[in-house]
């Protein structure tokens, strides 16, 4: 299954993104979507996953949870938005990666693209980075991987200009 990882897109989802999302099977969303709106826009471009972030106001906070734990061929995946990162967790994350023990952790909010592997948990980390034009960032970005029979491979990354 192939999959595209976004987040803080701000109420962006313009022809680059949807021209690197267009491949994949489903869109994950880890947080600050701008607008349920845009989330439908999203949604309706194809299969989606999602988490609310900071910015997201009461009417996401009601369709998209704050983590989300599912499984894709053999991987277990938690989302969230403010997660931290390896070393670096949120103490809310670190307690949900602890009991649900993903394989894969995704999480936003930094604007800035990360992938690292934890070996304390033993799981993949990516932050996409920013795939909307609002925020600290200058380079916009995405990721796109395939999840089949338990691994996690094939990963690419999307960086436009804003």
């Not at 680059?16 to 826009?41: N, Q, R, T």
């Not at 592997?117 to 380079?139: R, S």
Request: hydrophobic residues 40%.
């Amino acid at each position: 299954m192939k999959i595209g990882i976004i987040s803080d897109t701000h109420n962006t989802f313009d022809e680059p993104l949807k021209e690197f999302l267009a491949p994949c099977d489903e869109i994950w969303h880890a947080g600050d979507f701008g607008s349920l709106e845009l989330a439908d826009e999203i949604a309706a471009f194809k299969p989606l996953k999602g988490v609310y972030g900071n910015i997201d106001g009461g009417v996401i906070r009601r369709v998209y949870p704050e983590f989300t734990l599912f499984e894709v061929e053999g991987v277990r995946v938690l989302m969230t938005h403010i997660g931290g990162y390896p070393r670096h967790y949120q103490p809310k994350a670190r307690q949900h990666i602890y009991t649900s023990k993903p394989k894969l952790f995704i999480a936003g909010h930094s604007h800035i693209l990360k992938v690292m592997y934890d070996d304390v948990y033993d799981l993949l980390h990516i932050n996409p980075g920013a795939a909307g034009n609002y925020g600290i960032h200058h380079v916009r970005t995405a990721i796109r991987l395939d999840i089949e029979n338990g691994e996690i491979k094939n990963l690419e990354i999307g960086e436009w200009n804003r």
